[in-house]
């Protein structure tokens, strides 16, 4: 049936004024977040998911997007769980515009590898994931940007070395490797003993069961031992209960060195006076002094959207691993916009982008974050970067840095990284990618 000519026009002017009244569709670059906001590990969750969320907002405010390209996300609760995380990922996967998953877990990133790699979507595993990931050829949507968990260590007995007067002083000296009891904290066990034979010292590596509420046989251990040192591998409750009980046996604070994921406040804040003087690695500084942070408590704070409930975490650890995480997020959807155009990228764009991630100390100054983090340089076949690292003492009331930048020792781990992610490849099938296979889509 048709309408008499005058309804039509009336029809077709009102669909007209709706349009005009409807702001145009805007290109959208998705993150699908597999947050964890509750549960044992809700400390690190809420300040990575926060820092990382309060930047994406201070490039929408700020700058409108990356180069008009509005940043849209949705999180997903997991608990810090497999099973939730990976189903986040298929609830999400088919979300249009995905720029990459960022899931801050090790279960749920080794979870996703084989599903990431089918769907061409980059990993981005920071300062933790699997060591072999490092390697390009064999992983290409996988990067453990920043630090794998070998070049951490590579890192810790380097300061160690530094602080004894060189990398020949560690001869003799006796190391115990406090690890948590947790496929993440035993992933170090073959290269310390490595490094243990490369340098001569002795090496002891005891394990705490998760989640860690009680150490004390583990530090009568340590007493006995009488060790120069103790690397403290933990995650969680462990981290204060393990500063606290040293202190109860006699072990000095400032003799024991943190790993990554044992440098934040909420590890030393419920030790108390235990935690004074207590050294950890990290890729990130903490503090809001730096320019960056001071634009997003102007920008994002100053409009009322900032993602944290507590503004006194600004500039925490967590929150600036956050930050520093949306600086490599959206710095690699910038370079791949150079090539692909400004406009929604396809995963495998973002990959190329990430692939050509090259930020070296004066674009790190220019975005800000002078001092906050050194610099990185990503290629095809690194998916890592440098791998620098500096280490920070808790005074008290805040950390303080007390290192220069530390490199890891390439020479001695690349041959490692590449045997390993071989017999991956071997296992999986999968060829070996060349410097000719670099083309999207390869």
């Given at each position: 049936?048709?309408?008499?000519r005058s309804l039509r026009?009336a029809?077709?002017?009102a669909?007209?004024?709706l349009?005009?009244?409807?702001p145009?569709?805007?290109?959208e670059q998705f993150?699908?977040?597999?947050?964890?906001?509750?549960?044992?590990?809700?400390?690190?969750?809420t300040?990575?998911f926060?820092?990382?969320?309060?930047y994406?907002?201070l490039?929408n405010?700020?700058d409108?997007?990356v180069?008009?390209v509005k940043?849209?996300?949705?999180?997903g609760?997991t608990?810090?769980?497999v099973e939730r995380?990976?189903?986040?990922?298929?609830r999400?996967?088919?979300?249009?515009?995905?720029a990459?998953?960022?899931?801050?877990?090790?279960?749920?990133?080794y979870?996703?590898?084989?599903?990431?790699?089918?769907?061409k979507v980059?990993?981005i595993?920071?300062?933790?994931?699997?060591t072999?990931?490092?390697d390009?050829r064999?992983f290409?949507?996988?990067?453990?940007?920043?630090?794998?968990?070998?070049?951490?260590t590579?890192?810790i007995?380097?300061?160690i070395?530094s602080?004894?007067g060189?990398?020949?002083?560690l001869?003799?000296k006796k190391?115990v490797?406090?690890?948590h009891?947790?496929p993440?904290g035993?992933?170090?066990?073959?290269?310390?003993k490595?490094?243990?034979?490369?340098?001569?010292f002795?090496?002891?590596?005891?394990e705490?069961?998760?989640p860690?509420?009680?150490?004390q046989s583990?530090?009568?251990s340590?007493?006995r031992?009488?060790p120069?040192?103790?690397?403290?591998?933990?995650?969680?409750?462990?981290?204060?209960?393990a500063?606290k009980?040293?202190?109860k046996v006699?072990f000095p604070v400032d003799h024991i060195?943190?790993n990554?994921w044992s440098?934040?406040e909420?590890?030393v804040i419920?030790?108390?006076?235990?935690?004074?003087?207590y050294v950890?690695?990290?890729?990130?500084a903490s503090?809001?002094?730096?320019?960056?942070?001071q634009?997003v408590?102007?920008t994002?704070?100053?409009a009322?959207?900032?993602?944290?409930?507590?503004?006194?975490?600004?500039?925490?650890?967590y929150h600036?691993?956050?930050i520093?995480?949306?600086?490599l997020?959206?710095?690699?959807?910038?370079?791949?916009?150079?090539k692909?155009?400004k406009?929604?990228?396809?995963?495998?764009?973002?990959r190329?982008?990430?692939e050509?991630?090259q930020l070296?100390?004066?674009?790190?100054?220019a975005?800000?974050?002078?001092?906050?983090f050194?610099?990185?340089n990503?290629?095809?076949?690194?998916h890592?970067?440098?791998?620098?690292v500096?280490?920070q003492?808790?005074?008290?009331?805040?950390?303080?840095v007390?290192?220069d930048?530390?490199?890891?020792?390439?020479?001695?781990l690349?041959?490692?990284i590449?045997?390993?992610?071989a017999a991956?490849?071997a296992e999986?099938n999968i060829?070996i990618?060349?410097s000719d296979?670099?083309?999207?889509?390869?």
């Amino acid at each position: 049936m048709r309408l008499p000519r005058s309804l039509r026009a009336a029809a077709l002017a009102a669909a007209i004024g709706l349009s005009a009244a409807l702001p145009a569709q805007a290109d959208e670059q998705f993150f699908p977040l597999q947050s964890y906001r509750v549960g044992p590990y809700a400390a690190g969750g809420t300040g990575f998911f926060g820092g990382f969320i309060d930047y994406l907002n201070l490039i929408n405010i700020r700058d409108g997007g990356v180069n008009g390209v509005k940043l849209t996300w949705e999180e997903g609760e997991t608990q810090y769980e497999v099973e939730r995380g990976v189903e986040v990922y298929e609830r999400l996967k088919s979300h249009p515009g995905v720029a990459a998953w960022n899931p801050l877990s090790v279960g749920i990133a080794y979870a996703m590898i084989d599903r990431i790699s089918k769907d061409k979507v980059p990993l981005i595993t920071i300062n933790h994931g699997r060591t072999d990931s490092t390697d390009g050829r064999v992983f290409p949507y996988v990067f453990p940007l920043l630090l794998n968990p070998y070049s951490e260590t590579s890192g810790i007995v380097n300061y160690i070395a530094s602080r004894e007067g060189g990398a020949d002083k560690l001869k003799g000296k006796k190391i115990v490797v406090l690890y948590h009891g947790s496929p993440y904290g035993k992933e170090t066990i073959p290269i310390y003993k490595l490094l243990a034979d490369k340098y001569s010292f002795s090496l002891e590596q005891i394990e705490v069961p998760h989640p860690g509420n009680e150490q004390q046989s583990q530090w009568l251990s340590i007493r006995r031992a009488k060790p120069d040192y103790v690397v403290l591998r933990g995650w969680g409750v462990m981290n204060p209960v393990a500063l606290k009980t040293a202190q109860k046996v006699g072990f000095p604070v400032d003799h024991i060195i943190g790993n990554v994921w044992s440098n934040s406040e909420e590890d030393v804040i419920p030790a108390g006076d235990a935690a004074k003087g207590y050294v950890a690695i990290t890729t990130q500084a903490s503090g809001a002094e730096y320019p960056v942070l001071q634009e997003v408590i102007k920008t994002v704070y100053g409009a009322g959207k900032g993602n944290l409930d507590d503004k006194k975490r600004i500039g925490s650890v967590y929150h600036n691993l956050g930050i520093v995480n949306g600086i490599l997020n959206v710095e690699a959807i910038r370079i791949a916009q150079q090539k692909f155009g400004k406009r929604t990228l396809t995963g495998d764009e973002v990959r190329w982008g990430f692939e050509h991630l090259q930020l070296d100390p004066a674009r790190v100054e220019a975005l800000g974050a002078k001092g906050l983090f050194h610099s990185i340089n990503v290629t095809w076949d690194n998916h890592e970067g440098d791998g620098r690292v500096t280490f920070q003492q808790w005074d008290g009331t805040k950390w303080k840095v007390v290192s220069d930048w530390i490199a890891p020792d390439w020479a001695f781990l690349r041959p490692i990284i590449e045997k390993s992610s071989a017999a991956y490849a071997a296992e999986h099938n999968i060829k070996i990618r060349t410097s000719d296979d670099t083309p999207v889509g390869q």
